[in-house]
Structures are given as structure tokens and as C-alpha cells.
């Protein structure tokens, strides 16, 4: 081993050892946020020309999630399925959302958003709510028969 070597590879091994310690001290410290869970609440069916309440309850951790920095619903009948986004395009932004339908939802209670929704038309439709806080963005869906 030349003498170059023999001085760095202990530099090296110091270097992972320092990395390793940095990331154990990070997640010890709980700077990494837990995730955000999404529990959408939608009754199976609702009746024609009568406001339903859709609600999305949001938890972090074991305490529930306030001031969520976007939530929103997008309906539509399932015969009628919006555009998918490309790859290229990425996460729709929050106005983009907006423009094609999307409701945003007020904060009712700690955790609970929700709208109400009058359905026009019988049918069977999709609610998928779009939660983003932070970096992380759910997206669950359920179905609701209307009568």
C-alpha cells in the first residue's frame, strides 16, 4: 500500500462513520415528520339533489393533522373519468386542481376537513381527495352510489 493510501482509507472509514452518526442523531431527533395518515369518509350512497357531507380525517403521528397546507376534492362519474397526468406533467398544483373541478375543503374541527357536495344527476361517481402537507401528497378515492 503506498503512503497516499494508507493516509486516506482511515480518512475514508472516519468519513462514514460521521455520516452514519449524522443520520442516527437526525432520525433520533425526530426531524424526519411522521407520516401524514388519510382516512376518507364517504357514505356508500347519497340522494339526488340533497347535500352530502364528505369529510377526510388527517392524523400525524397519534395527534391529528391542523392547518394541512392544501386539501381538496375531485368528483366525477365514473363513466367520465378525468384526464390522467403524464409522467412529463407531474403532481397537478393545487390551482390546476381548482380549474378542473376540484372543491377545497374547510378545516370543520382539528383534523377534519370536509364539504358538502349536491349531486345533480344519478350515478355512480369517484371522490378522490388530494392532501398535501409538505412534501408528501395522499391521494385515496371511494365510490358513492347517488339515487
Request: hydrophobic content about 40%; some cysteine.
Amino acid at each position: 500500500m503506498s503512503g497516499q493510501a494508507r493516509w486516506f482509507m482511515p480518512f475514508l472509514v472516519l468519513m462514514f462513520l460521521v455520516a452514519g452518526c449524522s443520520y442516527e442523531e437526525q432520525s433520533a431527533s425526530g426531524e424526519m415528520p411522521e407520516m401524514v395518515r388519510v382516512k376518507l369518509d364517504v357514505p356508500e350512497k347519497a340522494t339526488l339533489h340533497k347535500p352530502t357531507r364528505l369529510q377526510v380525517k388527517l392524523t400525524q403521528g397519534d395527534a391529528p393533522l391542523s392547518h394541512a397546507d392544501n386539501v381538496q376534492f375531485q368528483i366525477w362519474n365514473e363513466l367520465d373519468d378525468p384526464p390522467s397526468v403524464s409522467p412529463e406533467q407531474g403532481m397537478m398544483t393545487a390551482e390546476e386542481l381548482e380549474n378542473q373541478g376540484a372543491i377545497t375543503a374547510n378545516e370543520s374541527e382539528e383534523g377534519l376537513y370536509e364539504i358538502q357536495h349536491t349531486f345533480e344527476e344519478p350515478g355512480t361517481y369517484v371522490v378522490q381527495v388530494h392532501v398535501t402537507h409538505g412534501a408528501m401528497h395522499s391521494m385515496p378515492r371511494a365510490r358513492i352510489v347517488v339515487e
